[in-house]
């Protein structure tokens, strides 16, 4: 791992190293946060996130230092008050991680901790990365098989943070990972409690968020989960996004498919738990693995 020295992230591997963390790699720098591969004391390695990042793309850096470099920019530093805000943010993610540490199917909090200019905390290194490459592995039955058992895994974490009265907001193919064939949900960044306003009242769109981020992200419910984890199924088995009236979802199992199209509803109250989604996967997981199939 080579950075340039006046990339900000050396500063974040310097602080972490005189905490008596041993850094393996940089995984990724971004606006908010820092995640680096790390371990102590003869331990196995395991990712730890830093809040700390920067602001915005400044200017591109020259093809000689690119190679050097995480990415092709230089980032500009956040204000005083953009830092405080972020770092309230960042307390939250780990809060809520904390909270959720002993649900199933969520990368768990091992370890957390703070400098003086920022915090962190440590998590499990998942080996098996995530789940992006299973998008595009269609017509493989194998690969679909342990695709549909590990987003039935999601399903089942997704249900336990919703019983702890925890929204994601951020279900989509990065923050799934996967560890000895089982899906795990990560990135809390975003997530907020069912019964207390969090974030601007406006977001979107993206592909994977539910309609109702449009006026009601700050008041999001489980339902908005069910509608992101039905996309990403949709893309998975249908190899498209859902659009146009659900046009490719003949393509799904036709167990699934009653159960996509409704938690793919306009309206939140009329999705499905995602009990009912774990279950629908389930099955499919399983009808699908049977021989002759």
């Given at each position: 791992?080579?950075?340039?020295?006046?990339?900000?992230?050396?500063?974040?591997?310097?602080?972490?190293?005189?905490?008596?963390?041993?850094?393996?790699?940089?995984?990724?720098?971004?606006?908010?946060?820092?995640?680096?591969?790390?371990?102590?004391?003869?331990?196995?390695?395991?990712?730890?996130?830093?809040?700390?990042?920067?602001?915005?793309?400044?200017?591109?850096?020259?093809?000689?230092?690119?190679?050097?470099?995480?990415?092709?920019?230089?980032?500009?530093?956040?204000?005083?008050?953009?830092?405080?805000?972020?770092?309230?943010?960042?307390?939250?993610?780990?809060?809520?991680?904390?909270?959720?540490?002993?649900?199933?199917?969520?990368?768990?909090?091992?370890?957390?901790?703070?400098?003086?200019?920022?915090?962190?905390?440590?998590?499990?290194?998942?080996?098996?990365?995530?789940?992006?490459?299973?998008?595009?592995?269609?017509?493989?039955?194998?690969?679909?098989?342990?695709?549909?058992?590990?987003?039935?895994?999601?399903?089942?974490?997704?249900?336990?943070?919703?019983?702890?009265?925890?929204?994601?907001?951020?279900?989509?193919?990065?923050?799934?990972?996967?560890?000895?064939?089982?899906?795990?949900?990560?990135?809390?960044?975003?997530?907020?409690?069912?019964?207390?306003?969090?974030?601007?009242?406006?977001?979107?769109?993206?592909?994977?968020?539910?309609?109702?981020?449009?006026?009601?992200?700050?008041?999001?419910?489980?339902?908005?989960?069910?509608?992101?984890?039905?996309?990403?199924?949709?893309?998975?088995?249908?190899?498209?996004?859902?659009?146009?009236?659900?046009?490719?979802?003949d393509t799904a199992p036709a167990g699934l498919q009653?159960?996509?199209?409704?938690?793919?509803?306009?309206?939140?109250?009329?999705?499905?738990?995602?009990?009912?989604?774990?279950?629908?996967?389930?099955?499919?997981?399983?009808?699908?693995?049977?021989?002759?199939?």
């Open positions: 791992m080579h950075l340039h020295p006046l990339h900000p992230a050396v500063w974040v591997l310097d602080q972490l190293r005189d905490t008596g963390w041993q850094v393996h790699d940089l995984l990724s720098f971004t606006r908010a946060s820092t995640l680096v591969l790390v371990s102590r004391g003869g331990a196995s390695p395991v990712v730890l996130k830093a809040g700390f990042g920067s602001n915005h793309v400044l200017a591109e850096l020259d093809a000689d230092s690119r190679k050097a470099a995480y990415g092709f920019y230089w980032y500009a530093e956040m204000t005083e008050a953009e830092r405080a805000l972020t770092r309230e943010d960042f307390r939250h993610e780990i809060a809520v991680a904390r909270a959720a540490a002993d649900a199933e199917h969520i990368v768990p909090l091992l370890e957390e901790g703070s400098t003086d200019r920022f915090d962190w905390y440590a998590m499990p290194f998942c080996s098996g990365g995530n789940f992006r490459p299973f998008l595009a592995t269609a017509g493989d039955h194998d690969r679909a098989v342990a695709g549909l058992g590990i987003l039935a895994d999601v399903a089942e974490g997704l249900r336990g943070l919703h019983e702890r009265g925890i929204v994601h907001r951020d279900v989509y193919q990065e923050n799934i990972l996967i560890h000895d064939g089982r899906g795990l949900i990560t990135d809390l960044g975003a997530a907020g409690l069912a019964d207390i306003p969090r974030g601007p009242a406006a977001r979107g769109p993206e592909v994977h968020w539910a309609p109702e981020y449009a006026t009601s992200y700050d008041r999001a419910t489980p339902a908005a989960d069910a509608f992101s984890l039905a996309v990403l199924i949709y893309r998975f088995l249908c190899e498209d996004i859902p659009r146009h009236g659900h046009s490719r979802l009653p159960v996509i199209s409704a938690a793919l509803a306009p309206a939140p109250q009329h999705r499905p738990a995602m009990s009912e989604l774990r279950d629908a996967l389930s099955q499919a997981a399983a009808s699908l693995a049977k021989p002759g199939h």
